[in-house]
């Protein structure tokens, strides 16, 4: 089973070896057990956690998460991407926790500019809301998004 974990990981003669891992760690610095932690934000990596008392972790992609990372797409959605366009579009299906223009841009794969103005679009429309924080300006979907996407 846990040759079948991940690539990097395997079982050799009752030792738990990781590939390219550069940190050798003995079963007595370790600890007993050894706790496997799913998790599709690991993904693509496999992480590892070693604090003494507690048992050595490892948190490895989670098989079965489906398309928890994939764009988000609905009849709804492609009905607004007609009436507002796809950038658009794809900011409001983004916007279900606030985040900023950089953020935005770097996971929308946009440019800073184009989210901006985009931004500057819906917001004037009554469909996204800014907000400061700190340094960065943060925006959220309004109530009135939210029933355009999700009717």
Same mark, same amino acid.
């Given at each position: 089973?846990?040759?079948?974990?991940? &690539?990097?990981?395997? +079982?050799?003669?009752?030792? @738990?070896?990781?590939?390219?891992?550069?940190?050798?760690?003995? *079963? &007595?610095?370790?600890?007993?057990?050894?706790? @496997?932690?799913?998790?599709?934000?690991? +993904?693509?990596?496999?992480?590892?956690?070693?604090?003494?008392? $507690?048992?050595?972790? @490892?948190?490895?992609?989670?098989?079965?998460?489906?398309?928890?990372?994939?764009?988000?797409?609905?009849?709804?959605? &492609? #009905?607004?991407? #007609?009436?507002?366009?796809?950038?658009?579009?794809?900011?409001?299906?983004?916007? $279900?926790?606030? #985040?900023?223009?950089?953020?935005?841009?770097?996971?929308?794969?946009?440019?800073?500019?184009?989210?901006?103005?985009?931004?500057?679009?819906? *917001?004037?429309?009554?469909?996204?809301?800014?907000?400061?924080?700190?340094?960065?300006?943060?925006? #959220?979907?309004?109530?009135?998004? $939210?029933?355009?996407?999700?009717?």
């Amino acid at each position: 089973m846990l040759s079948e974990l991940h &690539e990097t990981v395997r +079982w050799d003669d009752g030792t @738990l070896r990781l590939v390219r891992r550069h940190c050798a760690l003995s *079963r &007595e610095q370790a600890g007993s057990g050894l706790l @496997l932690v799913p998790s599709v934000f690991a +993904w693509p990596r496999v992480l590892t956690r070693s604090v003494h008392p $507690d048992p050595p972790q @490892l948190a490895y992609p989670a098989r079965g998460f489906g398309a928890v990372w994939e764009p988000r797409t609905s009849a709804a959605t &492609e #009905a607004v991407a #007609a009436v507002l366009g796809r950038s658009r579009t794809l900011l409001l299906t983004e916007l $279900d926790t606030p #985040a900023s223009t950089t953020q935005l841009a770097a996971h929308c794969g946009l440019s800073a500019a184009g989210v901006s103005q985009h931004l500057i679009a819906l *917001r004037n429309a009554g469909l996204v809301t800014a907000h400061r924080s700190g340094r960065s300006v943060l925006y #959220a979907r309004t109530a009135v998004a $939210d029933q355009l996407l999700n009717p």
